[in-house]
């Protein structure tokens, strides 16, 4: 009999579920990567294959070899942003029922109350004025530049910790009813009271516009009658005699004088922009003389702007046109043409009535100068200013 021991069916047996169990136990230890972590931090672990665990193991979270938390779907567990919409149905406004009313002094001092119940407080302003609204906590001090709820209408408050409101009146003494309630204040009637107004129509001889008067609470908007303060323009309150629209200094009646601010068809003169000028007003040239004619007498310190002028010859013969002072321009003669030389039917013609061809300047008439006894014939457009 050797040392070895003899192989026995019944020991095989035994070895081999020895080493099962010796695997299960393995495999629960490998899948069991901590312990119930409790109140630890969250950690994540990397594994090239993560264990599959089972009810009531603990596994660690698991990451990627870069860190990166393993997103199951996701190659590499790259992180992912999260995406989606999001609906919600908000309910109007309900009331508890809770309801307070108040009076808004006006524009000296302000009264306060405690809130009604509810998370928001509805508003409502019944008076001809604005009302400013302030809220506190025990107590709380209105002024003109708090919350404003306008004339006829109102406004809705989440009140959160405040318990206590204050209101102010704006140009005079308004009531209020306030209802507690709940939700998103919607559907609620806006400002209407105390609108309106009265418009006078203009005339034809109104040098002014149409005058729109504004009415509060039935009666027309004064110093004591307003919206904080009053519709001012200079100072003064806007009335028929103080309108806020008046006649620009860009506008003007036809035939009127050019107003200052008036829209022209402009063009550059001496480096300058000034104004187009049109021809209002022509002379005849009918000269058979050799003589010095007057054509447009001088008008104090104005200019003579010729915009077209023409002539044609009966015969042989000279035209200039000059200017100057006194009897036909005989002091301070001045050329203002070239000495054109016509003959039988020839003539000339300069301008279109549109911009000066000729200016005279200011203080001197405008004058015609021939030197045959042969006709002269023709016209002068120009205006004078």
């Known amino acids: 009999m050797t040392g070895l021991l003899k192989r026995s069916p019944e020991m095989f047996i035994v070895r081999s579920m020895i080493l099962c169990s010796i695997l299960l136990w393995s495999n629960s230890i490998f899948a069991q990567q901590v312990f119930n972590p409790k109140d630890s931090s969250i950690v994540c672990g990397y594994n090239s294959s993560?264990?599959?665990?089972?009810?009531?193991?603990?596994?660690?979270?698991?990451?990627?070899?870069?860190?990166?938390?393993?997103?199951?779907?996701?190659?590499?567990?790259?992180?992912?942003?999260v995406t989606g919409t999001f609906s919600a149905t908000l309910g109007g406004f309900a009331p508890t029922p809770s309801y307070v009313t108040a009076t808004a002094p006006s524009s000296s001092a302000s009264a306060g109350a405690a809130l009604p119940t509810g998370t928001v407080v509805v508003f409502y302003n019944n008076g001809a004025y604005p009302v400013s609204i302030k809220l506190g906590v025990g107590s709380a001090t209105a002024t003109a530049t708090n919350d404003i709820v306008a004339a006829g209408g109102w406004l809705a408050l989440t009140v959160g910790s405040n318990t206590y409101f204050s209101v102010y009146g704006i140009g005079g003494s308004s009531a209020l009813v306030l209802s507690g309630g709940s939700g998103l204040a919607t559907g609620v009637g806006g400002g209407s009271s105390g609108g309106g107004g009265t418009v006078t129509q203009g005339t034809p001889a109104s040098t002014g516009p149409w005058i729109f008067t504004p009415w509060i609470g039935g009666s027309a908007m004064s110093a004591t009658n307003g919206y904080y303060t009053n519709l001012l323009q200079g100072n003064a309150v806007i009335s028929s005699s103080n309108p806020l629209f008046t006649q620009d200094a860009a506008d003007g009646a036809t035939g009127s004088s050019v107003p200052l601010k008036a829209m022209q068809q402009g063009v550059v003169s001496s480096g300058n922009l000034v104004g187009m000028v049109q021809a209002d007003k022509s002379v005849a040239i009918s000269?058979?003389?050799?003589?010095?004619?007057?054509?447009?007498?001088?008008?104090?310190?104005?200019?003579?702007?010729?915009?077209?002028?023409?002539?044609?010859?009966?015969?042989t013969g000279n035209i200039q046109l000059e200017y100057g002072t006194g009897?036909?321009?005989?002091?301070?003669?001045?050329?203002?043409?070239?000495?054109?030389?016509?003959?039988?039917?020839?003539?000339?013609?300069?301008?279109?009535?549109?911009?000066?061809?000729?200016?005279?300047?200011?203080?001197?008439?405008?004058?015609?100068?021939?030197?045959?006894?042969?006709?002269?014939?023709?016209?002068?457009?120009?205006?004078?200013?």
Do not use: H, R
Not at 288 to 294: D, G, K, L, V
Not at 329 to 336: E, I, Q, R, S
């Open 327 to 385: 009897t036909n321009c005989g002091t301070g003669t001045t050329a203002l043409t070239g000495n054109y030389n016509l003959t039988a039917q020839a003539g000339i013609a300069k301008g279109n009535g549109l911009g000066p061809v000729l200016v005279v300047p200011a203080g001197n008439a405008l004058c015609a100068l021939t030197s045959a006894a042969v006709g002269m014939y023709g016209s002068v457009s120009y205006t004078q200013f």
């Open 50 to 81: 993560p264990p599959t665990l089972t009810s009531g193991w603990y596994g660690l979270v698991q990451c990627n070899s870069l860190g990166y938390l393993a997103v199951v779907g996701v190659a590499g567990g790259t992180p992912i942003p």
């Open 287 to 315: 000269i058979s003389t050799a003589t010095t004619t007057q054509l447009v007498a001088l008008s104090g310190s104005t200019k003579i702007y010729v915009t077209a002028w023409d002539v044609i010859a009966a015969g």
